[in-house]
Nanobody, 111 residues
Framework: QVRLAESGGGLVQAGGSLRLSCAASGIILTPNSMGWYRQVPGQQREFVASINRGGSQNYADSVKGRFTVSRDNAKNTVYLQMNSLKPEDTAVYYC?????WGQGTQVTVSS
């Protein structure tokens, strides 16, 4: 059974940083795509960033230059380093690995 364990969310002031982690267990093959989405209550879940097995990264325009996605293939873990956080980054962040979703971790940025 695949399990995604997220950590690293919390409360931070605008301009601050947080690092999210997502460790995938129960996966036999190294997944190609690993990444992050976020969702604000009442809104659709939106793409944030992804990285493939070869290290190619994609970002939403709203986070380019501020967020960095990375992965450790040996640990089946994906990270999201979030710098220069803004109040509009406040959301529940979900890890996405292959077709699986994490439980979500809250990120709150105060102004």
């Amino acid at each position: 059974q695949v399990r995604l364990a997220e950590s690293g969310g919390g409360l931070v002031q605008a301009g601050g940083s947080l690092r999210l982690s997502c460790a995938a267990s129960g996966i036999i093959l190294t997944p190609n795509s690993m990444g992050w989405y976020r969702q604000v209550p009442g809104q659709q879940r939106e793409f944030v960033a992804s990285i493939n097995r070869g290290g190619s990264q994609n970002y939403a325009d709203s986070v380019k230059g501020r967020f960095t996605v990375s992965r450790d293939n040996a640990k089946n873990t994906v990270y999201l380093q979030m710098n220069s956080l803004k109040p509009e980054d406040t959301a529940v962040y979900y890890c996405h690995v292959a077709v699986h979703w994490g439980q979500g971790t809250q990120v709150t940025v105060s102004s």
